[in-house]
């Protein structure tokens, strides 16, 4: 009778605690979709700056013009590339005078204005640069296979990207 008791007790307990454990999961996060109604590619190019002295590091800069298509601002920009998740600077872009530019340093066909996401407005055309050394952290929607692709979400969509599947690389820029 008593080793009945305790079997029963022990079962119901297991029972408890696997019930628990099965309620307690969190709610797997949807994959991110692709959001081409939200923003055209126009280019994305990266140009290395080789410094003057042997002991300093090149550095490469990617840039990524976009169009934005959506009339909600973006909440949060960021690109996941080979080098892992990094934090874009949103620019508005405008057409300047420089027809043919030579790329020799940063030159651009376009005058680039940092502004906040919030600002964004349909049909402008945005640069997006990289800040390494964010600390935001990668959502769980995305997996570590997705990469090469603009990440965005407005106020109230979920994770959405844009593949980016080139890049020009422009004339390396040599420091005296």
Not at 59 to 64: D, N
Request: net charge positive.
């Amino acid at each position: 009778m008593y080793m009945t008791y305790n079997k029963t007790l022990l079962i119901a307990i297991v029972c408890a605690c696997t019930g628990m454990n099965a309620c307690a999961q969190p709610k797997k996060a949807a994959t991110p979709k692709i959001g081409s109604t939200h923003v055209r590619l126009i280019e994305c190019s990266e140009q290395t700056t080789l410094p003057g002295r042997p002991e300093m590091e090149p550095t490469t800069q990617k840039r990524m013009l976009i169009v934005w298509k959506s009339k909600t601002p973006p909440h949060q920009i960021f690109w996941r590339g080979q080098d892992g998740w990094t934090d874009c600077v949103i620019a508005k872009a405008r057409k300047n005078n420089n027809k043919q530019p030579k790329y020799e340093f940063g030159e651009n066909w376009y005058d680039a204005e940092q502004i906040s996401p919030e600002k964004v407005k349909r049909g402008d055309t945005l640069e997006l640069t990289l800040m390494y050394g964010g600390k935001n952290t990668i959502p769980d929607e995305v997996t570590p296979a997705m990469k090469n692709r603009i990440f965005f979400k407005t106020e109230k969509s979920q994770w959405m990207f844009l593949p980016v599947n080139t890049c020009k690389k422009r004339p390396d820029i040599a420091m005296p």
